[in-house]
């Protein structure tokens, strides 16, 4: 449970994190009584890193977003069944051309300040994200929006996006070209009063911040480790919210989390593959798939070893996924590519249709000998006869594991020619070093914003956030571009092909396994949401 790392029917996510529209229904049944005197009125949690931010433009990372969903809500949400339900907004319409969307929203819809939201709101948040003075994470979502793509590079204001306030409850959005997963976009509101409020104090705190969604947070100070969730009395749907209070605090280790749960001091634990295999069957174990890729990405705009071409391929074909993926955790499966598990086009599956259909597929296959002749050639071309690099990742437990892993890999494959150095840090560290493009090799993790390919692949093109390191390939930016405008389903899966072939061939990243997650959640708690690889507690209850 990682995280990093970016619909208008996605108030699911956030504006600011990159998980998402991956749905897994793991409730229990909700036929228990709900009679508020048979229920509690708190929970404890847990999660495996730090918070970021609670800034909606600004979020990165898995732990922040979970926050998000349920202290923000934007204009939809995301049930457990994968379908978009009402957030804010009580309904929509778009034109007969799918340029122009008119979202209509709850006129008792309120901030936890007791402010109105407003289809302002709304605005504020879309030009402020993409206004380059706030650098944030997630301006390539909205590239679709009249003049997004001017306002990113400067050459327009904020105040020429093509989104506006018709009236105080009516949204309006103008887009460039439609696109076909326009509707699992979204974007959570913000509140102009706040932001100037705290000004650069804004979300980085509990208290440097408002919210419009079931909970609150409290308690977090911007660095420690526990905090909570507390209930939103001025929520729309307050009265619908079951629990007062979700106590969360950081476990790193999974023996200590599934200590607590033991203890009775956590309503859920996270599990380690040998737990995972000894909790089965037990009472209480669940199983939570997320539409997640974990990765390694190469720093190949500062690094010179690591431009080269023949040395990424090497790395990725020295490493057997099916071995790590079942040392770091038992619900894992392979990942031989980035996009992730539950991306679909039209109904079909993309990353079915990618082992079908790509070639050249070996450079994502475990072959000891092949990844030492091409380590062998990638030496010769770099003129050198040893590699030295760092492979950075989180401190978390699971993180040390695969990072161990690697090390252990690749330098028994290549013996004394290359020298993997390990460094682990915290989260918060590790992608502020990314994002300065101070790193060589990262462990890290993406979680879809939408269950589109694209949602994945277009975060590797050419002067995207999460393209750490610069890599640039011309034919993979063309694919593209001409998939985000191409509305027939079988052409537009031809072209994300074409972009995810330039993808396997050329490495710029690797691909390591997708992530499931084994829990033991005790089966007192029901209606426990999770979608886009992270909990929602909105309908969450637990029993006496």
Request: glycine share 6%; net charge positive; aromatic share 10%.
């Amino acid at each position: 449970m990682k995280k990093e790392l970016k619909t208008l029917t996605r108030s699911l996510l956030v504006m600011g994190t990159v998980f998402t529209l991956s749905a897994c229904s793991n409730s229990n049944s909700s036929s228990q009584s709900t009679n508020t005197k048979d229920l509690k009125k708190s929970m404890s949690w847990m999660t495996t890193s730090e918070i970021q931010t609670l800034d909606q433009s600004k979020m990165v990372d898995t732990t922040s977003g979970e926050q998000a969903k349920n202290v923000y809500e934007g204009l939809y949400r995301q049930a457990n069944n994968g379908k978009v339900v009402p957030g804010v907004a009580y309904k929509s319409k778009t034109s007969k051309d799918g340029l122009t969307w008119t979202f209509y929203l709850r006129k008792n819809a309120k901030w936890s300040n007791g402010d109105d939201v407003t289809a302002n709101d709304f605005v504020y948040s879309l030009r402020r994200t993409l206004d380059p003075k706030t650098q944030s994470q997630q301006q390539n979502h909205f590239s679709s929006v009249k003049n997004a793509n001017a306002v990113v590079s400067g050459k327009k204001q904020p105040s020429s996006l093509g989104v506006e306030a018709k009236d105080k409850h009516t949204l309006v959005v103008h887009l460039d070209h439609p696109v076909p997963y326009f509707k699992q976009l979204n974007w959570n509101p913000v509140n102009q009063k706040a932001v100037e409020k705290y000004g650069k104090k804004y979300g980085t705190a509990s208290k440097y911040s408002v919210y419009n969604g079931a909970f609150v947070s409290e308690g977090w100070s911007g660095t420690n480790l526990t905090w909570k969730l507390k209930k939103n009395k001025y929520y729309w749907d307050a009265k619908n919210v079951k629990l007062d209070t979700v106590n969360y605090s950081v476990q790193k280790t999974p023996s200590t989390d599934y200590n607590l749960y033991q203890g009775n001091k956590l309503d859920g634990a996270y599990l380690d593959t040998q737990a995972s295999k000894q909790l089965k069957n037990q009472p209480g174990y669940r199983v939570f798939k997320l539409d997640r890729t974990e990765y390694l990405t190469y720093n190949v705009s500062k690094n010179k070893d690591l431009a080269n071409v023949n040395l990424r391929r090497a790395f990725s074909m020295a490493l057997n996924r099916k071995q790590l993926a079942n040392t770091v955790g038992g619900a894992n499966t392979v990942a031989t590519e980035f996009t992730g598990p539950q991306e679909n086009v039209n109904n079909q599956n993309f990353n079915e249709y990618s082992r079908k259909n790509l070639k050249n597929q070996q450079y994502t296959s475990f072959d000891k000998a092949e990844a030492k002749k091409l380590f062998n050639q990638a030496l010769k071309e770099l003129g050198k006869s040893k590699v030295t690099l760092t492979l950075g990742g989180d401190d978390d437990d699971v993180s040390k594991k695969v990072m161990e892993y690697v090390q252990s890999q690749l330098e028994d494959t290549f013996g004394s020619k290359l020298t993997l150095n390990v460094r682990s840090m915290p989260k918060t560290t590790r992608v502020s070093n990314m994002l300065n493009g101070d790193y060589d090799v990262d462990f890290t993790g993406l979680t879809t914003d939408y269950n589109d390919p694209y949602a994945m692949l277009s975060v590797m093109m050419k002067g995207q956030n999460y393209n750490f390191g610069k890599w640039d390939n011309a034919a993979y930016n063309t694919a593209l571009e001409k998939s985000d405008k191409e509305m027939n389903a079988n052409k537009r899966m031809k072209y994300l092909l074409e972009a995810a072939q330039v993808l396997n061939d050329q490495q710029p990243l690797t691909p390591l396994y997708h992530d499931g997650q084994a829990w033991m959640v005790r089966e007192s708690v029901h209606n426990l949401g999770f979608n886009g690889g992270s909990f929602d507690f909105k309908n969450t209850y637990v029993t006496k």
